[in-house]
């Protein structure tokens, strides 16, 4: 759910509205699939959508909305800037889906410390590369 809400709010600020097909395509589901969850949302007073139309967020959509994509942005953000290499899109949706909003804010926190000190970010990073050799020349 929480996915497509976040999908529906990122492309309707491109776009100003989604459709079904597009909203398929994006999140790679059956059109069948996003229907359903597009009618369940709109019960749930979250879209404003008609049969075969657009797809508009209602105003609590879009505030559920853009939380879910600062979420995703704040993650990504933390994951870029530690230097994790490995497919960091299917990372943070591992992570955004089991995140408190303490840890959320408090790792929006460190993004910002970072960003302040970039000195901090170099001596961690630097501390990581060595971390990693040495985990690399021992034997298990």
């Given at each position: 759910?929480?996915?497509?809400?976040?999908?529906?709010?990122?492309?309707?600020?491109?776009?100003?509205?989604?459709?079904?097909?597009?909203?398929?395509?994006?999140?790679?589901?059956?059109?069948?699939?996003?229907?359903?969850?597009?009618?369940?949302?709109?019960?749930?007073?979250?879209?404003?959508?008609?049969r075969y139309g657009i797809i508009l967020l209602?105003?609590?959509?879009?505030?559920?909305?853009?939380?879910?994509?600062?979420?995703?942005?704040?993650?990504?953000?933390?994951?870029?800037?530690?230097?994790?290499?490995?497919?960091?899109?299917?990372?943070?949706?591992?992570?955004?889906?089991?995140?408190?909003?303490?840890?959320?804010?408090?790792?929006?926190?460190?993004?910002?410390?970072?960003?302040?000190?970039?000195?901090?970010?170099?001596?961690?990073?630097?501390?990581?590369?060595?971390?990693?050799?040495?985990?690399?020349?021992?034997?298990?």
């Amino acid at each position: 759910m929480e996915d497509y809400l976040e999908m529906i709010y990122r492309n309707n600020l491109q776009e100003g509205y989604t459709r079904i097909n597009v909203l398929s395509e994006l999140l790679n589901v059956r059109p069948s699939s996003t229907t359903k969850m597009v009618q369940k949302l709109t019960d749930m007073g979250l879209l404003d959508y008609k049969r075969y139309g657009i797809i508009l967020l209602t105003d609590e959509g879009k505030k559920i909305g853009k939380f879910l994509l600062e979420r995703h942005i704040i993650i990504e953000r933390f994951l870029r800037t530690i230097d994790v290499n490995e497919n960091i899109l299917a990372q943070t949706e591992l992570i955004e889906h089991n995140i408190s909003r303490d840890t959320l804010n408090c790792i929006d926190i460190l993004n910002n410390f970072f960003e302040r000190y970039p000195e901090m970010l170099e001596k961690f990073i630097d501390y990581k590369n060595k971390k990693k050799k040495e985990d690399t020349t021992q034997d298990y």
